[in-house]
Each structure stands twice: as structure tokens, then as C-alpha cells.
């Protein structure tokens, strides 16, 4: 009769009832699962990286301080970003006091022969010195002020896009190598000065050309007896 079919109907739907709610929990249950190792492996894989990118600074960083070179590098904004221990050395900017500062407060350089730091080729934007890319020389200012001559180059530095973000330097200090330059200079000059004059000329001329590489002239005792042997004492060369 009509009850037993209603009740039969109430005890179908209430076992479909029961049916769709443990599948629903099942379905839930199997979602947050796969949520979680989801979850749990992108935060493995973000600590992968992590690691990663840290034990390359880490290697970056080893390599920059084994680097006999100076070596400054920079952000889009010209910005100091990085310095190695020759850089701070030879700027006298340490890392901390200079990162953040713009290049050209910390890197302070003038033409070689000038000794202008206008007209040097790198007294000029990140961008600018990337682009155009630099090899050469010039006179570093240090912190201090002292000038050391240096050779130098600029090189560009890309992002993912193939923009450019920065720049980094790398430069050497040349006074040993410039110093015997004009030793070698002052030899031959020497060479070709001697056989054409007298012994107390060849020792003043001597004096001049040491004087002009140390700064600094002094005292000496010159040949100029007519015998090339009596001693005379000048103060100075001429």
C-alpha cells in the first residue's frame, strides 16, 4: 500500500543520503590529501631553491673574494651593490659604507694624462657605461685622495629580458707595471743622452729624470771639474 512504498521510498533516499555524504567525505578527504602533498611539495620545492640561490651567492662570493682583480658591481640605478676586498682596499670604501651609494662617490676616476675626472669615458650613467662597455686606463681617487693609476673595464649586466641592470668593473692597479715603464723610458733616454754629452751632464740629466719619477729632486755630487775628476756639490739638478 501507499506506507510501504513511502517507507521504502524514505529508506532509499536516507541510504543515497548516507551514500552521497561518505562520498562527499571520501571526495573531500582525497582533495585535501592531494592539497596537502601539493602544498608540501611546493614548499619543498620553494626551500630547494632557497637553498639553492644561497649556496650560489654563497659560491658567487668565494669566487669575488678569490678575484686578485677589484671588482664593484652595481644596480640598474647606478648604485654600488657588491665590492670585493681589493676593491675596498684600493677605494677605501668598505663593503658596508659604500653599498647603496652611487658609483661615482665610490668609484672616483680621472684620465690618465688629464687628471680631469670629467672627461673619463666612466663618469657616466650605469646604462651608459654598459652600453658602450670600457677598456683602458685612468687615475683612481681613492677615498683618501690619493691617485693610483689603474687599468679598468666596464661590462653590461642583463636580466632575464636581456635589459640592463647594472654594470660591474673590474680594474687592477698599474704602478708597478707604470713605474717600469718609464724606468725602461728613462734607460734608453739615458742610453741615447750619454753618448752625445759629458759625464756631469749625463749625472744631472740622471738626477732630473729620477727626481721627475720620485717627486722629489735632491742634493747630489756632480762631475764638473774639466779633469772629470774633481768633485763639486750642487744643490739640485737643473
Sequence with gaps: DAKEVYEEWNHRSLLFLVLFLLLAGFLAALGHAYWQRDRKARFQALYLAEAHLNATIERHAIILRAIADAVISTDRDDRVELMNPVAEEMTGWSSEEAEGKTLSEVFRIAGAETRAETNHPLNGTAKEKA????????????????????????????????????????????????????????????????????????????????????????????????????????????
Design 131 to 238: 652600453s658602450a662597455g670600457y677598456d683602458g686606463n685612468g687615475l683612481l681617487i681613492t677615498r683618501e685622495g690619493r691617485e693610483v693609476p689603474i687599468a679598468v673595464s666596464s661590462a653590461p649586466i642583463r636580466d632575464d629580458q636581456g635589459e640592463v641592470s647594472g654594470v660591474v668593473l673590474a680594474f687592477r692597479d698599474r704602478t708597478g707595471e707604470r713605474n717600469a715603464q718609464r724606468l725602461q723610458s728613462v734607460r734608453l733616454e739615458l742610453l741615447e743622452y750619454q753618448v752625445t754629452h759629458s759625464l756631469d751632464d749625463f749625472l744631472a740629466r740622471a738626477l732630473d729624470l729620477i727626481g721627475g719619477m720620485v717627486d722629489s729632486p735632491a742634493g747630489f755630487y756632480h762631475f764638473a771639474g774639466p779633469d772629470q775628476r774633481t768633485l763639486f756639490f750642487r744643490q739640485g739638478s737643473s
